[in-house]
């Protein structure tokens, strides 16, 4: 709450109007960015879909273009409410002025932190064990960062997950796990 304080006192004081906490520019600033990557995942899967030589509806292609399309009808929408009673370019603005803000705020950090963390797990642990064992790690690691729990639980918690998830995909869907 005190974060929230500092930043709209920080905008506040270069002349840019902040209602709602910000959220018009956070809306405006997650539709573009979110859009984006909407567009690229149609393109990456139209290029799975012609590599296929299949059906589009029977590619693999297919489910990714339908979701990547219906988050970008959501994007638009959130665009269209983001600039009601503003302009694109008062909304770039203000987005542009809380820049610094953001890159100094604990809720970045924690992200970027999240999306390391992810990031090996996809990229290495899952090369390197199998994907049970890489899953057990990925769950532990991140109940100890946020000292979720007692140590023991953590452990429970973890085999119990990934035998969930095993049992539920691999075993009643039959969906090959990596």
């Known amino acids: 709450m005190q974060e929230q304080a500092k930043e709209k006192q920080m905008l506040a004081g270069e002349g840019i109007t902040i209602q709602q906490s910000g959220k018009e520019q956070q ?19 139209y290029g799975y879909y012609k590599e296929s030589g299949n059906k589009f509806y029977e590619s693999p292609g297919f489910m990714p273009i339908v979701i990547a ?29 809380a820049i610094p803000a953001v890159f100094k705020s604990k809720k970045f950090v924690n992200s970027l932190a999240g999306l390391v963390i992810f990031g090996i797990y996809i990229f290495v642990l899952l090369k390197v064990f199998p994907f049970w064992l890489a899953s057990f790690i990925l769950i532990c690691v991140c109940y100890i960062l946020t000292n979720a729990t007692t140590p023991i639980k953590i452990l429970i918690i973890s085999v119990l997950s990934v035998a969930g998830i095993i049992l539920l995909f691999q075993v009643a869907f039959k969906v090959p796990l990596p």
């Open 27 to 45: 809306d405006f600033a997650t539709s573009i960015i979110v859009a984006v990557i909407s567009i690229i995942a149609i393109i990456v899967s």
């Open 69 to 97: 399309s219906g988050i970008l009808i959501c994007c638009i929408s959130l665009f269209l409410g983001s600039i009601k009673g503003s302009s694109v370019k008062e909304r770039g603005k203000q987005v542009i002025a």
